[in-house]
């Protein structure tokens, strides 16, 4: 059994971080302030450091602290649905698969307002209902997992909570070049997750 216990389950793809560092870089000045909600191991967060970000990982799992020290990456503690941050000191809110985790979404969603500045981004990413059916990386292969979320309930849910809707893309990962391609046609009509892209307006 692995020491890292549930962490040794999250492998991001390199192409998911890829495609966000390259949103906040058309979107965020350098050094911009970047939080992930729900960081896991860190690799976002290394990666953001390694492009001129002030990324800061934010994890429930007292695992991530052993992993993080190995790795370079700083980062606390702690749930994303009440953190120790003041208000509006994020230039970015990143949740990677961590909305579909939770009884109460918007309570996650509404604190990452709270850190927001005015034209602050948030991004995040949780399955489709479509992901349900996909025989790797099935919904309900995790156990921890509560419900999928439609577009329309992804689009409900950043209103709810004062944002401003930019975007939803569909996606499906892949491991290799195949795989990708492969993925960029699924993506079309059965997506396995969603990426939601908003931001801050006003105070």
């Known amino acids: 059994m ?7 389950h999250l492998r991001e793809h390199k192409d998911v971080i890829e495609a966000d560092l390259a949103l ?4 965020l000045a350098a050094g911009a302030r970047v939080l992930d909600v729900g960081a896991g191991r860190g690799s976002f967060v290394k990666e953001a450091r390694r492009q001129g970000f002030a990324a800061l990982a934010l994890e429930m799992d007292a695992g ?3 992993v993080w020290s190995q790795e370079g990456v700083p980062g606390f503690l702690g749930s994303g649905a009440m953190t120790p941050f003041v208000d509006a000191c994020f230039d970015a809110v990143r949740m990677k698969e961590v909305l579909e985790h939770v009884e109460a979404p918007l309570t996650l969603v509404r604190e990452a307002r709270r850190l927001l500045r005015p034209q602050g981004l948030l991004i995040c990413h949780t399955p489709t209902p479509y992901s349900q059916l996909y025989p790797v990386g099935n919904f309900w292969d995790d156990y921890t997992h509560v419900r999928p979320f439609s577009r329309a ?3 409900r849910l950043i209103a709810d909570a004062g944002l401003q809707l930019a975007h939803i893309d569909s996606y499906v990962s892949g491991r290799n070049a195949v795989e990708r391609a492969l993925g960029r046609l699924l993506a079309r009509v059965f997506p396995h997750m969603y990426r939601g892209v908003a931001w801050r307006d006003g105070p």
């Not at 692995?2 to 040794?8: C, I, R």
């Not at 906040?24 to 979107?27: C, G, H, L």
């Open 153 to 155: 309930g992804l689009r």
């Open 2 to 8: 692995s020491t890292e216990g549930p962490l040794a």
């Open 24 to 27: 906040m870089s058309e979107r």
């Open 64 to 66: 991530a602290i052993a």
